[in-house]
């Protein structure tokens, strides 16, 4: 017999059947026209999710990681500077990947539980008379730490400072799961990847770009060549792909964009808000802390949890998984060893969500925290129970 859990790890997150199955495909020649009425509808599908009415999409078979690539490398050139604040994990790998370009990071240090400093970045970009900075990059969701930045702050400040860079947003773990509005924001290049609120298998890095993030791709970029849009373009505008697609994949995102989107964006972000409110009101009666500074910070795709000094909270998730074959995030970096993270995007319910908090309980119980077994399960309760929509309802 096999002991399927679900996974409570800010993704890869829990997979639909029938996105299991969208995958699993027999062999189909990528230059065929079936292809076509996978990798069109795809593209489209995830435009949509972007809320974007010209974003043009590029897919590549890599991981949200690539995605940054396909951003940085397309648009910027050698010595070029980007503004960035490293606040968790996921900031500090994107700055990282432009060093290694050769690109000058401005890095606002920001202590991780805290959002991006968009007045910060307003006086910065403001002092930035001759333009050196070329693109402001943002971590909307901060996975690391479960907190949720503020993009259209971000994207008040560049326009209050008169400036012109570019903005770039990893929404690796919000796109799908929390209002992301590339139009009204002003986002120039958006990335995400299959693994987190498509609810797919990790294997694409999904991107989207505004007119204006094409307009300095011909202008500019550094050496680059698997991740090369104009590639990307030239073969999308023939229904093929520079090299060989990885068309299941494409098939589950086509798929994937269609349950969103039946569900409704809005219907998908109202779930994911009820799903980590529970959450929150268990760690709230468990008389522990989220790592987010403030209410307005709080993520709803991932709560990390502070526990008590002293005690290393990794030892829950490995207990968790030892004990009771349950996945738990482990804290990354700056606070590996002081937060544990349960993820809570993609495809849950309530009830899957009281499983993972009741075994977060069990494991904190066994490990002697001082955790009564079945508050935070009845503090979710009654969280799910006054909120929840008829599943018959809710299925219509
Ligand atoms: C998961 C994640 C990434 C990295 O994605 P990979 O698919 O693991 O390469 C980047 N940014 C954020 C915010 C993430 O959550």
Redesign the pocket.
């Known amino acids: 017999m096999s002991f399927q859990n679900p996974v409570f790890i800010?993704?890869p997150t829990n997979m639909p059947e029938a996105l299991r199955r969208a995958c699993d495909m027999p062999t189909l020649d990528h230059r065929s026209a079936a292809f076509a009425d996978i990798l069109q509808p795809a593209r489209e599908g995830v435009r949509r999710i972007l809320r974007s009415a010209t974003a043009e999409v590029f897919i590549f078979p890599a991981?949200?990681?690539g995605g940054w690539e396909v951003a940085i490398t397309n648009t910027l050139s050698r010595g070029d500077t980007v503004l960035a604040a490293r606040n968790g994990m996921?900031s500090h790998r994107w700055i990282d990947m432009c060093q290694r370009h050769g690109l000058t990071v401005e890095i606002v240090e920001t202590p991780w539980g805290e959002g991006i400093p968009a007045d910060r970045f307003e006086e910065i970009l403001r002092a930035d008379t001759d333009g050196r900075i070329k693109a402001v990059l943002a971590?909307h969701?901060?996975?690391a730490t479960g907190v949720l930045s503020d993009i259209a702050a971000v994207r008040a400040a560049m326009d209050a400072a008169g400036h012109d860079a570019l903005l770039f947003v990893?929404g690796?773990?919000s796109i799908a799961s929390m209002p992301f509005e590339f139009d009204t924001w002003g986002v120039d290049v958006a990335v995400t990847?299959s693994?987190?609120g498509f609810m797919l298998p990790?294997g694409l890095a999904i991107t989207g770009f505004s007119s204006r993030a094409l307009a300095a791709v011909e202008t500019g970029g550094l050496p680059r060549c698997f991740y090369d849009i104009r590639d990307m373009a030239k073969s999308y505008a023939a229904n093929g792909y520079p090299y060989t697609p990885a068309v299941g994949l494409l098939n589950g995102l086509a798929q994937s964009c269609e349950m969103i989107l039946t569900e409704g964006l809005d219907a998908v972000f109202a779930r994911h808000a009820r799903i980590a409110g529970g959450v929150r009101a268990a760690v709230t009666a468990w008389g522990l802390d989220l790592c987010a500074a403030r209410p307005e910070l709080y993520s709803n795709s991932v709560s990390a949890i502070r526990t008590p000094e002293g005690f290393d909270a990794t030892r829950i998730v490995t207990h968790a998984a030892d004990t009771y074959g349950v996945a738990f995030g482990v804290g990354l970096g700056e606070v590996a060893g002081k937060v544990f993270r349960i993820g809570h995007l993609g495809m849950l319910t309530d009830v899957l969500a009281l499983s993972g908090i009741a075994t977060a309980e069990m494991a904190m119980a066994d490990l002697g925290l001082d955790i009564k077994l079945g508050s935070g399960v009845a503090a979710a309760q009654e969280v799910y129970r006054s909120t929840a929509a008829p599943m018959a309802l809710a299925a219509e």
């Open positions: 800010p993704g991981t949200g990681t996921f971590t969701n901060e996975t990893d690796v773990s990847g693994q987190k990790a």
